[in-house]
């Protein structure tokens, strides 16, 4: 299984951006798909997430500014950003977990915001 994350970039505060991520191979009984960034010097968070049977998760800091949408048929991610700020510069990386534990990594992709 590989994940295949795309659409960082370089833009301006405020402005927006969307990232995809798509994998390949099959995965069986997907529980969770999400979205983690980690900026230097910081730990990897959680941006975003599905959980099955428990709807979306939004850190506090993105809640009302980004949006997380799936295509379970065909195994694909998104994160439309809006209204970036500086503090959202970091590597963003999609994840996704089995039921069994299992979790799986994209390679990460930057977002920087300039200010």
């Known amino acids: 299984v590989q994940l295949q994350a795309s659409g960082g970039g370089l833009v301006q505060a405020g402005g927006s951006l969307r990232l995809s991520c798509a994998a390949s191979?099959?995965?069986?009984?997907?529980?969770?798909m999400g979205w983690y960034r980690q900026a230097p010097g910081k730990e990897r968070e959680l941006v975003a997430n599905?959980?099955?049977?428990?709807?979306?998760n939004y850190a506090d800091s993105v809640k009302g500014r980004f949006t997380i949408s799936k295509d379970s048929a065909k195994n694909t991610l998104a994160l439309q950003m809006d209204n970036l700020k500086p503090e959202d510069t970091a590597v963003y990386y999609c994840n996704l977990m089995n039921i069994g534990g299992s979790s799986w990594w994209g390679q990460g992709t930057q977002v920087t915001v300039s200010s």
């Open positions: 599905f959980r099955e049977g428990l709807g979306t």
């Open positions: 191979g099959t995965i069986f009984r997907i529980n969770v």
